[in-house]
């Protein structure tokens, strides 16, 4: 790594607006240094390549805003065994702290934010209910036809009412 760039990471204050590095840039010499591919890291850290292009490019509306972003950061920065700290003050610097991590009140957290359905894709909670209520219909229904034909034992049946089903 250069001198200058060692430097940059290291004091990201002294560096002037015009010479200091982007993350993007950075991490993708520092991967390249190492001589992997985009497909390589990707693999290993479990985000996509597309998602690391972008990263790499500085193309901050085509990711993930707020934690993921800073996740995306931090992982990559591990991977490449490098200041992890420093790539996230980089970040700050290009999108600002604001952006990155927004802050959220836990007093009003709870009445802030909408609640959510956490059904799987969109799916209303209703329908599983009447999934369970058609099982048990139908769990109902074979076992009147196993008394009825005399598959379930005498000792099973602790009703009158279900002995008097019997044929």
């Known amino acids: 790594m250069s001198e200058s760039l060692a430097e940059a990471l290291l004091h990201p204050e002294s560096a002037d607006d015009a010479a200091s590095p982007q993350v993007g840039s950075t ?13 390589e890291v990707s693999a290993r850290i479990k985000y996509s390549a597309a ?18 972003l800073r996740g995306l950061v931090k992982n ?16 700050d610097d290009a999108i600002g702290p604001g952006r990155a991590h927004p802050a959220v009140h836990a007093a009003t957290a709870r009445h802030a934010l909408p609640q959510m359905d956490m059904t799987p894709r969109g ?12 099982l048990l219909v139908l769990f109902c229904a ?3 036809y196993a008394i009825d034909r005399g598959w379930v034992p005498d000792q099973w049946l602790v009703f009158d009412w279900l002995k008097a ?3």
């Open 51 to 68: 998602q690391l292009r972008h990263l790499e490019a500085n193309e901050w509306a085509r990711l993930p805003e707020g934690v993921p």
């Open 142 to 144: 074979f076992g009147f």
């Open 123 to 134: 799916e209303p909670a209703h329908r599983t209910w009447a999934w369970l209520l058609l």
């Open 76 to 91: 990559y920065a591990r991977f490449l065994e490098t200041d992890a700290e420093a790539m996230l003050r980089l970040l």
């Open 165 to 167: 089903l019997r044929p």
């Open 27 to 39: 991490l993708k010499a520092l991967r390249e240094t190492r001589g992997l591919t985009l497909g």
